[in-house]
């Protein structure tokens, strides 16, 4: 395991202990998504801060911090008119956009930790406008194929994907 995907691991894991508290827990949080976003941009010396709560890497992909309480809803992490996936559940850790019709084969893309994505989404944003559609695969060695296991039309999240968690190999945008 990467030395930056256990960094995020760990953030991750301080971040989640302070769901639920409230009044001086809301600063604290404020705090541990702070150190988050500094130990990323540490690790990453190519990436750049988006905001308080997010990092850009060269490639347009995103490391979102665990949400503080009393955060911005998750549609604010994806752009209005594209598909989100992130590495972790509950819109956080690395997040990859696409915004254009058209299937995108997860295993073409990296995350700035080296990681492909397929088999690595753990939450999604469908923030496409109107009817359009987000269809998710898995890929079926034995027949060589795609095997679709979700869809979701405009607008919907999903901010833990139960069964399906890290079975995405495929994303298609469709309108």
């Given at each position: 395991m990467s030395r930056t995907?256990?960094?995020?691991?760990?953030?991750?894991?301080v971040a989640a202990g302070l769901v639920g508290f409230s009044g001086a827990a809301f600063a604290q949080s404020a705090a541990t998504e702070a150190a988050q976003v500094n130990a990323v941009l540490a690790a990453n010396p190519t990436a750049h801060q988006r905001d308080a709560s997010s990092?850009?890497?060269p490639d347009g992909t995103r490391f979102i911090a665990a949400p503080r309480i009393g955060a911005a809803s998750p549609a604010?992490?994806?752009r209005r008119g594209a598909v989100c996936i992130y590495s972790e559940p509950n819109f956080t850790g690395f997040s990859k956009p696409f915004v254009a019709y058209g299937g995108y084969n997860l295993a073409a893309y990296y995350m700035p930790n080296g990681v492909k994505w397929a088999h690595q989404t753990s939450s999604y944003i469908n923030n496409?406008?109107?009817?359009a559609k987000a269809n998710f695969a898995r890929y079926d060695a034995t027949g060589g194929y795609f095997v679709g296991i979700d869809?979701?039309?405009a607008y919907c999240a999903k901010a833990h994907l139960g069964?399906?968690?890290n079975?995405?190999?495929?994303?298609?945008?469709?309108p």
């Open positions: 995907r256990q960094l995020i691991g760990c953030l991750l894991a990092v850009e890497f604010a992490s994806c496409q406008t109107g009817g869809e979701c039309r069964s399906i968690d079975m995405i190999d495929k994303v298609t945008l469709t």
